[in-house]
């Protein structure tokens, strides 16, 4: 099966560049060095800044609320007031400081899942590619397995089995997350492990865990830092959608996706107790894939010059 | 060549063209001058980012994505390529002018039947008839490249067909049309050496048949000796040195000619090779004046201000060089240096008895026999799938699906090299074919050779950084290189590594896949030589797998012969190259181009 | 290529039986007593009686399951905890709705996002295609249901008025008398597709382009339109078959959030309810039939791979 490619090539511009040509670059931390050249790119940049105002609103939100988010302050509906400057919610509580204390929920969630996720995925990805044998087989049919479900459907197949909590949604997504982070780890380190340089570690009896974490990891760190971004993006969504269907943070807590759920039956009366937490949750999201795509391009682009 | 194909007018003329990137303006070639006539084969000799592929592609108008005609002429037929609109341009391409591809496995569309694909290139320029003369002319094109031409043949997709037919199918297209000129880009690597010289024999036959003016592009100069009646040298993206044939091979003039013809192994005698220092100027890199002044031997101040201009020594031969009389002077001549015998022991170091081995179900090697005595070379050659690669990681532990004995200094061997003992995987050391796959790309050439020493400690212990230095220093690495990553050398200099790493080990036997064919002829020959001394002084023994037959007779004491898994000839080497004894073994020698050969110097060594 | 094909069905059918073997498990996930803990701990003993032998869960687990999966092999899917309804019935009012969402969305997006992305490969790097692929990146970043939000405010709400912000269908109804009710549920799921495939339709275009056969088919003189259509796209298409099938297979997560939305009467909506109700019974269909799906389409891009590559149609027939 082929790997989804996130980003295009760059452009090849050396005709018939020998191979003899050796660009000065130190490469240790190849990581480092992609981030370096992903923050010179003005996406990465647009998108540093979108997600950073998100987590700041997250973060220090709750400090400066005007209210608590579960005094009731007007009206049901009732529109803005100097009191509640975007209006009350359904059942009359402040609409902006629900928003500010709505954030932080969403983001420990979907980074927690994201890292337990791609931990777990690249883990089985290296051991497989590297094991080429029953192992592998049992690992990537194990991985069709749970490739198979929609990944909401997973999470609400466990949700409905054990109840909506919080540290089960992370497990969960977490646990989707894994089997696609692995094909695609898996597929960088099928090539790695290809090369001689893993054949002459071989030769010499070098120990099998070194093998992994020296020659392995460290030549897959471009698809792994991208895949860190991309699942920090499906995350977001994925966290933020179970909690819009009423199945995260339990009512009264004031939650993004909650919000959503609770007033987009007046959307027509009161349009910013939806508006508000849709748009958070969209620069979010638009800003974590700005930044993904920014890295891609960075790594493809340090790749290109290097061979 | 008859009076009257002389006095015809060139149907290739390029006059001082340049190709440049189109971003940084920096040249890929520049000054580029030459001349094809019908019926001649012009042969555009040189290494790796000499631009002669560049300059092959314009001839059809074409210049790779990024890059452009940034000056110059290019007149084909008397017609100026710059003047042709897109709709002229194609016709010009594939009809008037053809191309042979280097790869014909990834030149030929894998989705497309090879009749389709045979077919649209008539369609494409259609002047007369229909669909059944096209399919007429399109059989009658497969025949002349010797291919069958029914209708189950036609039907084939590419990957159906082995490489040398391939690259008949590709041959056939070229000339389906009827070209003025066609350009061949190095269209035999790949191929084994009887194939090669079938397909070189090909379009020998039908440019002189057609009266083809062929530009032959290449990096190997034995073909070129063999096949081409003029022969143009570039360096960094210029032309350094062109003549006919004989002018140039028989009277090199530029040092680097001269050079390059040094690291060039004949198979016609056993010869020391001799490398060129440095490596290869690159577009963007190149230096100021003469390109080749910090390697050339020769190099004064004035060869460092400005590039030399054309210099004719009559007859057509030219030459860019200040310094002609000189480099021809104080050289030594060709091919004189005569390889040094060895001492080779008595013991053995390395014994492979009754090896069978299969991959999966197929059995790849048969019964295989052969001794590695101590400071011997021993040369496994074959074609590309005999089994030779096979043996030697079987040796080595990486291939386990094996049955037979391998011993080292007479006590067995167990298959997989993490079955062995440490002892013995020290003793026998592999160094891989390609260097850029072969170093671990994040870990700095230091750091890789550390781990080595710390798997396998030395005598008497001591600072391992020290250490390091002491191993690259063996294989004429400064000590500095320690700190470098594998992208920051060339090739030659990542083979040296690898070899490094190696021989940190201190190694009994080194096993040697293929450690040349990924480099450039000057680059290999340097590398041979450090082999040689190395053996000298570590007396070391080596099982050297290699295509290459010219080199066997430099570097090996006794040569293995194998093919389709069994070893059909097994002695010393001079014995081999004198009087072979399986038939397959003469074919191949009969088969290997030579310069010596070309040139009327030396006879083929089987006949 | 008959053992390929064969190969790939039998690893579906193992795969089906994993899958089998995690839905069915999910009930035995269910903490302490599975009766008690979907009706809660004020439930009377009879009313946990009754539902335990719904349930089957006085026989021993082998039993359970080999009752279970035998019940949806001969599509009888057990009744709902809730309605006390067959599942089958609850489904098959759905069914139809659901399938014919998707349908239209997927005859939209597949042939839009393929051509889409042939045609800003052959654009590469100017301004068309520097906007399409940056509206693309922003289209795959935001979650269906903020899509689906941002259309109705847009469509249906705030800005136009032209399509109903809630699909409402009376009881028996099918989406297709009402067209309009399938317009923005099915323009989400196109807009949360589309990207993915075109990316991947652009990329893998621009390297055939690239390619020696390509650069081979122009030194041949042949027309642009030749190389395009006869040398490029046949080739540039097999990455895109893969991830078209993903991409569908995700459409069966998707439509749960889509129907939730805009209240389209589906087996999303069915889904969100069960799961609410802790109804397993239905739950555990639709997931069961989630994933199936995608084992069906997975093989059937298996197939149209092998179809379109003839390396592989040629070979160990």
Request: charged letters at 20%.
């Amino acid at each position: 099966m082929t790997q989804p490619q996130t980003v295009e090539q760059a452009l090849d511009l050396v005709p018939e560049a020998g191979p003899e040509a050796p660009p000065p670059r130190l490469q240790r931390f190849q990581w480092l060095g992609i981030l370096r050249e992903a923050s010179r790119l003005t996406r990465t940049r647009i998108g540093l800044a979108m997600v950073g105002v998100i987590v700041l609103i997250a973060l220090f939100g709750p400090l400066v609320a005007p209210h608590t988010p579960t005094e009731f302050i007007a009206a049901p509906n009732h529109g803005p007031t100097s009191d509640a400057i975007l209006g009350a919610d359904a059942l009359g509580r402040d609409v902006f400081s629900r928003f500010l204390h709505g954030g932080l929920t969403v983001l420990w969630m979907a980074a927690a899942a994201t890292v337990l996720g791609v931990v777990v995925g690249t883990a089985v990805g290296l051991i497989a590619a590297y094991s080429r044998n029953w192992l592998d087989g049992v690992l990537m049919r194990l991985n069709d397995v749970l490739l198979a479900f929609p990944q909401i459907i997973f999470v609400l197949l466990a949700v409905s089995a054990i109840g909506p909590k919080l540290w089960l949604i992370v497990v969960t997504v977490g646990i989707t997350h894994a089997p696609r982070v692995a094909r695609v780890i898996r597929g960088a380190a099928q090539q790695i492990v290809e090369r001689d340089f893993i054949k002459a570690e071989e030769v010499a009896g070098e120990r099998r865990s070194r093998i992994i974490m020296q020659g392995l990891l460290p030549n897959v760190t471009s698809p792994l830092l991208v895949e860190l971004g991309l699942r920090m993006t499906f995350s977001i969504g994925l966290v933020a959608a179970i909690s819009f269907l009423g199945f995260g943070l339990q009512p009264p807590t004031a939650d993004w996706g909650l919000m959503i759920n609770e007033n987009r039956l007046s959307i027509t009366v009161m349009p910013w107790g939806v508006l508000l937490p849709v748009l958070a949750i969209a620069v979010l999201t638009v800003g974590t894939n700005l930044v993904t795509d920014g890295i891609a391009r960075a790594a493809i682009g340090l790749e290109r010059s290097n061979e | 060549m008859s009076a009257t194909e002389t006095i015809r007018e060139p149907s290739v003329d390029v006059i001082d063209l340049r190709i440049a990137l189109t971003i940084s303006g920096v040249d890929v070639v520049d000054e580029i001058g030459v001349q094809i006539r019908p019926g001649e084969v012009l042969g555009l000799v040189g290494e790796s980012g000499s631009g002669k592929t560049t300059v092959g592609m314009a001839l059809l108008g074409h210049v790779r994505h990024g890059g452009h005609v940034a000056g110059g002429v290019i007149r084909i037929d008397g017609r100026d390529l710059s003047t042709l609109g897109e709709r002229e341009l194609r016709h010009l391409r594939g009809g008037v002018v053809s191309y042979i591809p280097q790869d014909p496995g990834t030149s030929l569309n894998p989705a497309l039947r090879i009749s389709t694909q045979l077919v649209e290139i008539l369609e494409a320029h259609a002047t007369d008839g229909g669909a059944k003369q096209r399919m007429a002319r399109v059989r009658e094109a497969l025949e002349e490249v010797a291919l069958p031409s029914d209708d189950e043949f036609l039907k084939n997709y590419p990957h159906q067909l082995s490489g040398g037919q391939q690259q008949r199918v590709a041959i056939a297209m070229a000339f389906a049309n009827r070209p003025h000129v066609i350009v061949c880009d190095e269209p035999t690597t790949g191929l084994d050496v009887t194939t090669q010289a079938r397909v070189l024999e090909t379009v020998r036959d039908l440019c002189q048949s057609h009266h083809v003016a062929a530009l032959y592009v290449s990096h190997d100069l034995a073909v070129v000796a063999e096949l081409a009646d003029h022969v143009a040298v570039m360096y960094g993206g210029r032309i350094v040195e062109s003549g006919t044939r004989d002018q140039l091979f028989a009277n090199p003039c530029h040092p680097y000619t001269r050079r390059l013809l040094r690291a060039v192994p004949d198979i016609a005698g056993k010869r020391t090779v001799v490398g060129i220092p440095g490596h290869a100027a690159l577009p963007g890199s190149r230096p100021q004046g003469c390109y080749f002044h910090p390697r050339c031997q020769f190099a004064r101040d004035d060869c460092r201000a400005e590039f030399p201009p054309i210099t004719d020594l009559g007859e057509g031969h030219r030459v860019r060089c200040y310094h002609v009389a000189d480099a021809v002077r104080q050289a030594p001549p060709e091919g004189a240096g005569q390889a040094d015998r060895r001492a080779v022991g008595e013991d053995v170091v390395l014994g492979i008895r009754d090896l069978n081995a299969h991959y999966g179900e197929t059995q790849i090697l048969f019964d295989v026999n052969i001794d590695v005595h101590h400071n011997e070379c021993v040369a496994l050659v074959g074609e590309s799938g005999s089994g030779k690669t096979t043996t030697a990681r079987c040796v080595a532990g990486l291939h386990k699906q094996w049955t037979g004995e391998v011993s080292l200094r007479g006590e067995g061997l167990a298959r997989g090299a993490r079955q062995r003992s440490g002892e013995e995987r020290r003793e026998i050391q592999y160094v891989f074919q390609n260097p850029y796959a072969s170093l671990n790309p994040r870990s700095t050439i230091g750091q890789t050779i550390a781990r080595r020493l710390k798997l396998f400690p030395p005598d008497g212990g001591g600072d391992i950084g020290a250490k390091v230095g002491e191993c690259l220093e063996r294989v004429a690495l400064s000590a500095s290189a320690a700190d470098r990553f594998p992208d920051q050398l060339s090739g030659g200099e990542r083979q040296r590594v690898a070899i490094a790493r190696a021989l940190a080990a201190e190694p009994a036997l080194l096993v040697c896949d293929e450690v040349t064919s990924a480099l450039d002829v000057s680059v290999q020959a340097a590398i041979i030589e450090l082999l040689g001394e190395l053996r000298n002084e570590m007396g070391l023994s080596l099982l050297f797998i290699t295509h290459d037959h010219a080199l066997i007779r430099t570097v090996a004491d006794r040569i293995a012969v194998v093919t389709a898994g069994h070893v059909v000839e097994y002695g010393p080497t001079e014995q081999i190259f004198t009087s072979p004894s399986a038939d397959y073994t003469r074919k191949l020698l009969a088969n290997t181009p030579s310069i010596e050969v070309a040139l009327g110097q030396a006879t083929a060594p089987s006949s | 290529m008959t053992r390929l094909i064969l190969r790939r069905l039998a690893l579906g059918v193992l795969t089906l039986f994993l899958i089998s073997l995690v839905v069915f498990a999910a009930v035995l996930a269910l903490p302490g007593d599975a009766a008690t803990a979907i009706l809660g701990k004020e439930a009377t003993p009879d009313r946990v009686a009754a539902l335990r032998d719904q349930l089957h869960l006085n026989d021993s687990v082998i039993t359970q399951y080999l009752d279970w999966i035998g019940g949806v092999l001969t599509g009888s899917f057990g009744e709902s905890t809730s309605t006390q309804q067959p599942v089958s019935e609850l489904l098959s009012d759905r069914v139809a709705n659901t399938g014919f969402l998707v349908f239209v969305a997927a005859i939209v997006a597949v042939p839009l996002s393929i051509g889409m992305g042939v045609w800003t490969a052959m654009r590469r790097d100017r301004p068309v295609d520097h906007v399409l692929s940056n509206g693309s990146l922003v289209l795959a970043a935001l979650p269906e249901f903020v899509i689906g939000i941002g259309l109705i405010l847009l469509f249906a709400t705030s800005v136009f008025h032209w399509f109903p912000a809630v699909s409402l269908l009376a009881p028996g109804e099918k989406a297709w008398s009402d067209p309009s009710v399938v317009v923005l549920p099915a323009a989400t799921l196109v807009l949360a597709v589309t990207p993915y495939i075109s990316r991947i339709m652009r990329g893998s275009m621009i390297e055939v382009l690239e390619s020696e056969y390509v650069t081979m088919a122009r030194l041949k003189g042949l027309p642009e339109r030749t190389v395009i259509w006869r040398h490029a796209v046949p080739n540039a298409i097999v990455p895109a078959i893969q991830v078209t099938a993903l991409q569908l297979a995700w459409m069966a997560g998707g439509v749960v959030v889509v129907e939730f939305v805009f209240s389209y009467p589906g087996i999303g909506s069915l889904f969100i309810d069960a799961v609410d109700n802790r109804d397993m019974p239905v739950v555990q269909t639709i997931t069961i039939l989630a994933a199936a799906i995608y084992v069906v389409l997975n093989l059937l891009a298996d197939l149209a791979t092998i179809a379109v590559t003839p390396r592989l149609r040629t070979e160990a027939r």
